[in-house]
């Protein structure tokens, strides 16, 4: 059964093309193909309200590619799903955008609320990383515009909140100055701090066992305190390293300037001008969970596999169901 999935969040829109697989009753994937273009369709609209017409220019360059890999590995019409995250919920113009997408996929992008988002970026995480018996893991998905706290246990999601925090809304809000001054920086922690007494109030933090970060900021987090000389998913996906290994590697790239950053080996350059306030978030959340856990969550993981694979998943799901109805009783 061959499913396509597009994630188009605030920074980048991604595309997965994959085949279902079954090992010993779990259905899992198998990548046929993976892309990501950071397009910054989020640019502004924090501050405006709307998506720029050169934001959805990119967005809709980057379509029209994914849609003709659609076309050529012979995915089905009822086989893909497009989920739209944080910035088109907030975009006054975003019929434009739904539009656009109609256009050239022929259906029509879901517009997910926040309580999705979190439990199919949990699915994705946990397919290939499943809790142990009576371990309880905390997914935290940190992206352009939103950042989904999300936990559960081998049983499924227990309890999740998306908050209106991210590596593009972060930076035009607060870290204007390059580097950031400190207080541009104590201004943008203070604010990660007021929501995660949010979270703390939706999601029980301090019985977690586990916590497991995805996307592309942490990722590129992890690629840094590994110090790799290129972007490695391979050395990325399943890394586990100390809170404090991970917290130092984000204080490095949030101080370093932007020359320094680009110059990085693994650094995308879509995400050379928000990655400071991405790891700023990202300190400050591994750095409240080693708190509040007491020490019981000491390390952090790292997973390739987020709302993506979560997206493709619930396809499968659908199709599966779709066929099982249709059999006669």
Do not use: K
């Not at 193909?33 to 397009?39: F, L, N, Q, S, T």
């Not at 019981?296 to 993981?301: D, E, F, T």
């Amino acid at each position: 059964m061959r499913v396509a999935a597009i994630d188009c969040g605030t920074n980048s829109i991604r595309l997965l093309i994959a085949d279902s697989v079954e090992h010993d009753g779990v259905v899992g994937l198998e990548d046929v193909e993976r892309e990501m273009r950071v397009v910054r369709l989020g640019q502004g609209v924090d501050a405006t309200g709307r998506f720029a017409e050169e934001a959805l220019e990119r967005t809709f360059d980057a379509l029209d590619e994914y849609t003709a890999l659609i076309q050529r590995h012979g995915v089905a019409p009822g086989s893909v799903r497009f989920v739209a995250t944080s910035a088109t919920r907030d975009a006054a113009n975003r019929d434009v955008f739904i539009a656009g997408v109609r256009e050239r996929l022929g259906l029509e992008p879901e517009v997910v609320s926040g309580d999705e988002e979190a439990a199919l970026s949990f699915a994705g995480a946990v397919s290939v990383h499943p809790p142990h018996d009576g371990e309880r893991v905390l997914v935290v998905d940190l992206g352009g515009g939103s950042t989904e706290f999300v936990a559960g246990t081998a049983a499924g999601v227990e309890a999740g909140l998306s908050t209106d925090m991210g590596c593009v809304r972060f930076t035009e809000r607060f870290l204007r100055s390059d580097p950031p001054t400190d207080e541009e920086v104590d201004a943008a922690t203070a604010e990660v701090h007021r929501f995660l007494g949010e979270v703390q109030a939706a999601v029980d933090l301090a019985s977690l066992d586990r916590v497991i970060g995805v996307a592309g900021t942490i990722t590129t987090i992890t690629a840094h305190a590994l110090d790799l000389d290129q972007y490695r998913p391979d050395r990325i996906n399943g890394s586990v390293l100390p809170l404090g290994v991970v917290a130092a590697a984000a204080t490095e790239l949030l101080e370093l300037p932007r020359d320094r950053r680009a110059s990085l080996p693994y650094m995308h350059p879509g995400r050379v001008d928000v990655i400071g306030a991405g790891a700023l978030i990202w300190r400050t959340v591994v750095q409240h969970l080693g708190e509040v856990t007491q020490g019981r969550v000491s390390v952090a993981g790292t997973s390739e596999h987020d709302i993506l694979d979560g997206i493709a998943l619930s396809v499968v799901d659908r199709l599966v169901a779709e066929s099982a109805a249709s059999l006669p009783e």
